[in-house]
């Protein structure tokens, strides 16, 4: 599927992802804060930030769609139509609590649906045109531009606080949305998968599914999926670290938000790189082990906002080190047949993990505290990793060779 004379280089691929991040950060942040300023109801403000969840529905009903409907190129033209039309109204609206309260749910669901477009649309591109040797790199800017748009989302949220104009900040939104727009048409088209109709999708995910679990590589990965292994649950309770270390909890927003989405930024770049150049499971696996040692060594340093401040940046690095190494194993090993749907079905089943996770240490920090819960993470990702290594040996699963 790749287009060999003319490979897509993997950075593209951060412009494509970056206007959904600010979309899906958009309903996080300025939207809701200046929703509860205008005096809307609170089952409207929390209304519009829960269409977001939409997104998990959403992403499988949509995937097949992309896949096998019309070009790449138009799903992103359509995504990014829905998503400065639902914008953009905000401009000339009026946000006082007589607007009635189904336009700005409308509103909201389409930016995110436009923008839940524009993302599909972008794996469909890492997938089928950037060079399987540079996946992991593809998978670390994919990552990268999604937290960038989010980390952009932010910074309006703040310039909110600074009593800002709603307007002008909303307003802003619109060319950081069009930059995909830079490079889409420097891309191939992305034709669909003529061969299969639409209603076929789901038999033929079925069928692939189950040879999927009839082999040994399949089922190791969805177990991996399934682990603790490089998931950074720990971020749950860096505000209770930040009580026990004294720490200004304005701090997080002013200080550690910025840097830590700056190493995250950086870990992602470093991991697909990494991921490229010594192999996916290897760099997944030592990266993973790595997080587990920066939390272990967090819990039990003396209790200095210094170390503090160094763990967690430490922790951000290496996490996102991990999830784009990961990234870069699920995309090679996907059948390029209906590539998006089954990139996003695994995605969900990461999903899961980073929801037990979450959950455990977050009764682990309330129950016990700060340092009981980063032992505990580390103690059960050193145990999977150490399964994990006996099944990978056991079943003979090794790194692909990657064409250089």
């Known amino acids: 599927m790749t287009n060999a004379r003319n490979p897509t280089h993997p950075a593209t691929i951060a412009l494509l992802t970056l206007p959904y991040g600010i979309a899906l950060g958009w309903t996080s942040g300025p939207l809701p804060l200046t929703l509860a300023r205008q005096m809307f109801t609170l089952s409207t403000v929390l209304v519009s930030v829960s269409l977001t969840a939409l997104l998990y529905v959403l992403h499988i009903l949509s995937a097949p769609v992309v896949d096998l409907s019309l070009s790449l190129r138009r799903w992103y033209n359509i995504g990014l139509a829905l998503a400065i039309g639902g914008i953009m109204p905000f401009f000339w609206l009026t946000l006082k609590p007589g607007t009635p309260e189904g336009v700005i749910k409308v509103l909201v669901g389409g930016s995110q649906l436009g923008a839940l477009l524009m993302l599909l649309s972008a794996i469909g591109f890492m997938v089928r045109y950037v060079s399987p040797g540079r996946i992991g790199q593809a998978a670390g800017w994919y990552q990268a531009g999604v937290l960038g748009g989010q980390g952009l989302a932010r ?149 200095i906002p210094t170390l503090f401040y160094a763990g967690i940046l430490c922790y ?89």
């Open 155 to 303: 910074v309006g949220t703040y310039l909110l606080t600074c009593d800002v104009s709603w307007q002008i900040i909303f307003l802003a939104e619109i060319p950081l949305l069009l930059i995909g727009i830079v490079v889409l048409y420097r891309l191939p088209a992305g034709r669909p998968e003529k061969k299969m109709p639409i209603g076929t999708a789901p038999a033929q995910t079925v069928s692939d599914g189950r040879s999927w679990f009839r082999s040994s590589k399949g089922i190791f990965i969805l177990l991996m999926a399934l682990s603790p292994i490089g998931v950074g649950a720990a971020t749950v309770g860096w505000p209770n670290g930040m009580r026990q270390y004294a720490i200004p909890e304005n701090w997080i927003g002013l200080v550690i938000d910025p840097f830590t989405i700056v190493c995250s930024l950086a870990g992602f770049l470093v991991g697909g790189w990494a991921s490229d150049r010594y192999g996916r499971w290897t760099t997944w696996l030592y990266a993973g082990t790595l997080l587990a040692l920066v939390g272990l060594l967090l819990a039990i340093c003396p209790s």
């Open 316 to 404: 951000a690095f290496v996490s996102g080190a991990c999830t784009a190494a990961f990234w870069a194993i699920i995309v090679q090993a996907v059948n390029p047949r209906l590539a998006i749907t089954k990139i996003t079905l695994l995605w969900m089943v990461m999903g899961i993990a980073i929801f037990y996770m979450r959950v455990f240490d977050g009764h682990v920090c309330d129950d016990y505290s700060f340092q009981f819960m980063l032992i505990g993470e580390a103690l059960l990702s050193f145990i999977c990793i150490g399964i994990a290594l006996l099944l990978k040996r056991r079943l003979g699963i090794r790194d692909p060779a990657i064409p250089r």
